[in-house]
């Protein structure tokens, strides 16, 4: 037995716990939201949380694959994996099979598999793999356009298939990107971008355009002209106002209505009370049982197989996206705080870990699994609770499904693996 072996169940039994943890809740909420009478048998296949339980099952079988590997496996292979998972998302528009609009499954049988699901940690690998190769620390525009090629393939490919709230999850390597050394101005490009594309939706062009010259010829004569000329501050202003203008025309003629109502009810742009109504009973129906289900829970919670809007199915596809509104239902605010926490623990965690380790591939990739799950746990928890437009997107080890079970299992799992190993990546 090498020398490797012998440290090889030096793993971090901190984030192996969190796991834990999140798995087991993320199975009882599933059962809570997914039974159907009375549960006579834990491994009941006609019901969804019987399924689940296999799956459960054959991730701890992953976990003890990913962990038996060598560690280097994973960075030697690193663009084997990336371009086995982007045939993979290419096969999709041939064989793929359409559920609920959007081409993102292969069907097995009376299984489906969800590539797009194993395309992130693929994508996470590339990615350091990249940046540990060249020793790149993103200060180039080359290295810069390089990396992130790697996110956008993926990134268009699925958009491709109609899955937009898998496609937004690619925006969290800006943060790996930033920590190995992108510039701040590209944070700050990207947080205005987003700004001005809600002003121009909510508050108009004219607004819009008022509210930006006010703050760019604030910052120029404040600053002195320190960091800005008085032509580069009329040609930012110019940049954000066509920016403004093509954020409408897009929103009016590039999205769909659906997609339209969407960021109309979030944005509160409707103001036809019988049109807003209406809008409601079409695309905010999810939303607004999500909301009361959460809300009747109130401090404590109902308790655990008595949630009456739960139980009663108010809340459709509540075994999915909307998950967490079992928890906020039937174990209260405590209860959700108590999710809350375990994932922002496994996040930093993760970010700590990633901080120690030795080599730059283990650390690219570790803030990689970082990232993905920060934006997914925030983009699911903020649209069940309203707080940003309804898109498809899992909560991590809680929402029903083999494919985003084994995807974030496979990406959380490979790293602890690697941390298990930077004793000998000196």
Not at 55 to 70: A, D, H, K, Y
């Amino acid at each position: 037995m090498n020398r490797e072996n012998h440290r090889g169940f030096r793993f971090d039994w901190i984030t192996i716990i969190l796991f834990l943890l999140l798995v087991v809740f993320g199975w009882l909420n599933i059962m809570s939201a997914s039974h159907v009478g009375e549960i006579e048998s834990y491994f009941d296949m006609n019901q969804l949380y019987g399924k689940h339980l296999v799956f459960l099952g054959l991730t701890f079988v992953l976990i003890l694959l990913i962990l038996s590997v060598e560690a280097k496996f994973y960075e030697r292979f690193a663009s084997i994996i990336y371009i086995v998972a982007m045939l993979s998302l290419v096969g999709l528009f041939i064989f793929g099979k359409d559920v609920n609009g959007a081409r993102s499954w292969y069907g097995i049988g009376s299984m489906t598999i969800q590539p797009s699901e194993f395309a992130k940690f693929a994508t996470a690998l590339a990615v350091a793999k990249y940046m540990s190769d060249l020793q790149t620390n993103m200060n180039t525009l080359k290295d810069q356009l390089k990396a992130i090629a790697i996110i956008i393939v993926p990134a268009v490919l699925i958009l491709l298939q109609n899955d937009a709230g898998s496609t937004l999850v690619y925006a969290s390597f800006f943060f790996v990107f930033y920590r190995e050394g992108l510039q701040q101005i590209y944070l700050a490009i990207a947080l205005s971008t987003i700004i001005l594309a809600v002003l121009a939706l909510k508050f108009g062009i004219l607004i819009t355009a008022a509210i930006v010259t006010i703050v760019i010829f604030g910052v120029y004569f404040f600053k002195r002209k320190k960091q800005f000329s008085l032509v580069q501050s009329i040609v930012i202003l110019l940049i954000s106002i066509s920016f403004s203008y093509g954020v409408k025309l897009f929103y009016q003629h590039g999205l769909k209505v659906h997609q339209q109502n969407r960021i109309s009810l979030w944005l509160r742009l409707e103001k036809d009370p019988l049109k807003l109504e209406q809008m409601k009973k079409e695309e905010a129906y999810n939303l607004i049982q999500s909301e009361k289900a959460i809300s009747s829970g109130g401090l404590y919670g109902k308790g655990f197989l008595q949630g009456t809007r739960t139980t009663g199915k108010f809340v459709p596809e509540q075994h999915t996206d909307y998950i967490f509104s079992t928890v906020g239902e039937e174990w209260g605010f405590l209860g959700s705080t108590f999710v809350v926490i375990l994932f922002m623990a496994l996040i930093i965690r993760v970010l700590f870990l990633a901080e120690s380790q030795k080599s730059q591939f283990s650390r690219v990739y570790g803030y990689g699994v970082a990232s993905i799950l920060f934006i997914h746990f925030t983009i699911n928890t903020g649209m069940v609770m309203g707080l940003i437009p309804t898109v498809g997107i899992p909560l991590p080890f809680f929402s029903y499904g083999g494919s985003g079970l084994w995807g974030f299992t496979i990406l959380l799992f490979i790293f602890v693996k690697l941390d298990s190993n930077k004793i000998n990546e000196w």
